[in-house]
């Protein structure tokens, strides 16, 4: 949700207040203040969010970071078939977000602080680096992922650092350079593509 102040045509953006919010599961985290619960849809959450520990304000910068990337480019990289999966999605999804921004940091697995749950971001790593599976995001090409630019890039990776400590705030996120480039009124088409007015 962002409150801000247009001109009457539409061409001055002044940002007044951020909050990300779900309407379906809204919770005021106080403070540096963390939960440990699985909450929020498996689609969007935090790889602390995955295993249901460490919650926090960072948490939520990340499921922003991928909502971010699901609006900018209209692609949904991280939706398994559910109806297939033979195992809780959770670890599905963990093992894509590390194939994407890993490595997996050491700080992440102090920070989720949960011996079966860093176990298992420590095995998906393993198996991602033994089978050679590491796909930095920082490489991912436009021309599979619309205006995957490189405005873009840097504004999702601020918001996906795998380390909680070293994610950018929501207030950082939102002086990005990106959002220039949305106040000129850089607009996303329908099918994806950009389009200057």
Not at 4 to 28: E, P
């Amino acid at each position: 949700m962002v409150e801000c102040d247009l001109d009457g045509r539409a061409s001055v953006w002044k940002l007044q207040k951020v909050a990300l919010g779900d309407i379906d599961c809204a919770l005021k985290l106080i403070d540096e203040k963390t939960l440990d619960a699985m909450m929020g849809n498996v689609m969007w959450r935090s790889p602390e969010g995955q295993i249901g520990k460490g919650i926090g304000k960072p948490s939520e910068v990340f499921s922003f970071g991928l909502l971010c990337f699901f609006v900018i480019t209209g692609v949904e990289w991280l939706h398994p078939n559910f109806d297939d999966l033979e195992t809780d999605p959770e670890p599905v999804i963990l093992y894509k977000l590390l194939t994407a921004f890993g490595p997996l940091p050491k700080a992440l697995v102090s920070h989720i602080n949960d011996e079966q749950g860093g176990a298992l971001m420590e095995g998906l790593w393993e198996a991602i680096e033994d089978e050679g599976l590491y796909e930095p995001f920082k490489d991912w090409p436009q021309n599979r992922f619309p205006n995957l630019d490189h405005e873009a890039k840097g504004l999702i990776l601020r918001m996906t650092n795998l380390d909680p400590a070293k994610r950018a705030t929501m207030s950082q996120v939102m002086e990005d350079p990106y959002w220039d480039a949305v106040r000129d009124l850089r607009v996303v088409g329908a099918k994806g593509s950009t389009k200057d007015h």
